[in-house]
């Protein structure tokens, strides 16, 4: 079985520092994603790991820890346009599927 | 022009009723999705396909079925549509070649159910 879970809401201030994490129970891990999706669109992908640790892209870094089943997307000098939901997924070793969680709502206010 | 697309992007019909969502994709990749999304639920996974000649059930297939027409081209039926399947549907695509996964969206069809 999976359950993924996340925080529903979040609210940051513009320029500021946000840090959404996300766990996961899983019978067979296999890789973990981030997507990020703006009211009413599709999602788009932002990052994937599957060894334990950090991995920094621009303004956005994304950690794994296997061991405890966490994961967390980090968000610095936040933007107006940062405002969405943020998607976590998990990749399972049977069948290879991708499941997600709830996401994150984020809304950065000036 | 956009590599994944959904056919169509809005749609309403009523109780009962045989609907078709179709999905083509000209990324070249073999894995296809369907997920629903619902206020609150996030994507759920209906039905997945690594290649023409493999189709599987997602976490809430019942209700649905889908048909790999060819490698480009994932649909998904709704046999006699209920209410309760009113939601997004987000078609996607992944290629298993690049080792990392990562799945291209479609933009989504509404489907309305009355």
């Known amino acids: 079985g999976q359950n993924i879970d996340q925080p529903t809401e979040m609210t940051a201030t513009e320029g500021a520092i946000v840090q959404i994490n996300c766990t996961y129970q899983t019978s067979g891990f296999n890789g973990l994603f981030w997507y990020q999706q703006h009211a009413g669109e599709a999602p788009t992908f932002l990052s994937y790991n599957v060894l334990d640790g950090l991995e920094e892209k621009g303004r956005f870094s994304s950690f794994l820890s296997r061991s405890k089943g966490y994961s967390y997307l980090l968000l610095k000098e936040l933007q107006m346009k940062d405002s969405a939901s943020y998607l976590c997924?998990?990749?399972?070793?049977?069948?290879?599927?991708?499941?997600f969680g709830p996401g994150t709502s984020l809304s950065v206010i000036p | 022009d956009a590599d994944v697309t959904q056919t169509p992007r809005n749609r309403i019909t009523k109780t009962g009723k045989r609907i078709m969502l179709e999905c083509s994709q000209t990324k070249g990749h073999d894995r296809m999705y369907w997920y629903r999304q619902d206020p609150g639920l996030g994507l759920r996974l209906i039905y997945y396909s690594f290649d023409v000649k493999d189709i599987n059930k997602g976490e809430i297939s019942d209700g649905y079925s889908v048909s790999r027409q060819a490698q480009a081209k994932f649909s998904l039926s709704l046999e006699s549509a209920i209410p309760n399947q009113t939601a997004l549907y987000f078609c996607?695509?992944?290629?298993?070649?690049?080792?990392?996964?990562?799945?291209?969206f479609g933009p989504g069809t509404r489907l309305t159910v009355t």
């Open positions: 996607a695509t992944s290629d298993s070649g690049t080792g990392d996964y990562e799945q291209y």
């Open positions: 997924a998990v990749r399972e070793i049977s069948y290879d599927k991708v499941i």
